[in-house]
């Protein structure tokens, strides 16, 4: 499907720009998103990925990943019945899920991509998406958003009395989307279009890792140890992991109660809270992977270099299908595709309940987060940060994601061509938490 929706913003964008006059921009719209999504895009996650996949390698070499992963097994089996017990996959798939709760999306990513990766060493089909790949997508582009950071700040930044009054409303169109993106997930993957092909002669989950491995170099990665290659935690490294972790503790508590950042949620115990958790979560996940893996003996400067040589490897092999996404959005959004579909749609939306100065920015969401973020700021300026569009559009903007870049650089990563029903979940799970948005934000500000 991914393959015919980029026809299509290629085409349409070269149609509208005829149509209105605007041919001659297209090239320079087209330079422009291939070097912005080099020297601002991948140049920079190249950084992260090396960053948090070292972090993640000393993980799993502290046995912290598959500990995770089988805490969480008795939820995560329902979800990902394709997933073995205790299999990577699952701990690194919680990893950016909790990166995406506390709006950490620098973390997010990198942990999503290496997600990805797990979940491609059990692909018996390495240019076809799994059912766990597909709902790993479906949760990534809908996830319960507890802070939703760049709408806060940018309300914030808009002079907003009360910047972080979306955080209800965007939780709640979050549960919504994620709800909506699983239900679509699960039905769709059993429709015959969407069905993953038959591989013949597949014998065993082992032969099938290796053939991927072969097929597919980008799938390849190094395998964690075993659990008997370093020894367990011993009582004095539990107690001094206990007491790092006592200690982070109780400095988000003082930061809850005292509040000394100035923040205008003074005496929101919940807000402040939830902002210490978000400060805190950073520093704490790099401190507690590397004590605990140096705790086990492991080499630490080493295999973080491993693990970041790894990261940098898939940082440079999503640049192809960065620059092909981008470049079709900037061609679409330059030649005036946004604002035909605003016209056309907008008098019939409007009819329904959904304002019309909304409609540029649930159209451009999927496709581009930088363009969001610039449709919020001139939405927030021009009726007023506190004002119902406002507080609609951070919601709208805090509790959805940019579906076609997620699953572009996400597939992009593992080689994967054939996406089946992702992109239609996501574009579902989008489009629920827009509607429950605007709806709870009438019922919320009134």
């Not at 988000?252 to 958790?277: C, D, M, R």
């Not at 080499?299 to 996404?325: D, H, K, N, T, W």
């Amino acid at each position: 499907m991914l393959n015919w929706i980029w026809l299509g913003l290629i085409l349409a964008a070269v149609l509208t720009a005829t149509a209105n006059g605007k041919l001659a921009d297209l090239p320079t719209a087209a330079f422009d998103a291939a070097k912005n999504a080099v020297l601002n895009l991948a140049i920079p996650l190249a950084g992260l990925m090396a960053l948090w996949l070292g972090m993640m390698r000393l993980a799993e070499r502290a046995g912290l990943v598959s500990a995770l992963a089988r805490f969480l097994q008795p939820a995560l089996r329902r979800l990902f019945p394709d997933v073995p017990p205790g299999h990577p996959a699952l701990g690194s798939m919680v990893m950016n899920i909790a990166a995406n709760m506390l709006g950490l999306a620098n973390a997010a990513t990198p942990l999503g991509l290496r997600a990805m990766r797990d979940l491609q060493s059990l692909n018996p089909h390495p240019t076809t998406a799994t059912n766990a790949m597909c709902t790993f997508l479906a949760i990534n582009t809908s996830s319960v958003q507890i802070i939703p950071a760049t709408a806060v700040a940018i309300l914030a930044a808009s002079g907003s009395t009360r910047p972080t009054a979306i955080i209800g409303t965007a939780l709640f169109a979050t549960c919504c989307s994620t709800l909506a993106g699983l239900l679509s997930v699960k039905l769709l993957e059993r429709l015959p279009a969407y069905r993953p092909p038959i591989v013949p002669n597949e014998t065993s989950p082992t032969s099938s890792q290796n053939q991927t491995s072969l097929q597919n170099p980008q799938s390849r990665t190094s395998e964690p140890p075993t659990p008997t290659e370093y020894p367990l935690f011993s009582l004095p490294a539990i107690i001094c992991l206990s007491l790092l972790t006592l200690a982070f503790l109780g400095f988000a508590i003082y930061l809850t109660v005292f509040n000394p950042s100035k923040s205008p949620n003074q005496g929101n115990i919940l807000i402040n809270l939830l902002e210490a958790i978000s400060l805190l979560a950073i520093p704490f996940v790099f401190t507690f992977f590397p004590t605990a893996a140096a705790l086990k003996k492991v080499p630490v400067y080493e295999e973080f270099v491993e693990g970041a040589r790894e990261g940098f490897q898939v940082a440079v092999g999503i640049i192809p299908y960065l620059v092909a996404i981008l470049a079709a959005v900037g061609m679409f959004r330059t030649a005036g595709g946004i604002d035909a579909l605003t016209s056309l749609l907008g008098a019939t939306l409007a009819k329904v309940g959904i304002p019309a100065e909304l409609l540029p920015l649930m159209l451009i969401r999927p496709l581009s987060g930088s363009g969001a973020v610039g449709l919020f700021t001139e939405l927030a300026k021009t009726h007023g940060p506190d004002s119902l569009l406002a507080r609609m559009g951070a919601t709208i903007l805090g509790s959805t994601e940019t579906t076609f870049y997620v699953i572009a650089v996400y597939f992009g990563s593992v080689g994967i061509r054939r996406t089946r029903h992702a992109v239609p979940a996501g574009l579902i799970a989008d489009l629920a938490g827009m509607l429950s948005a605007i709806a709870i934000c009438r019922l919320y500000f009134g």
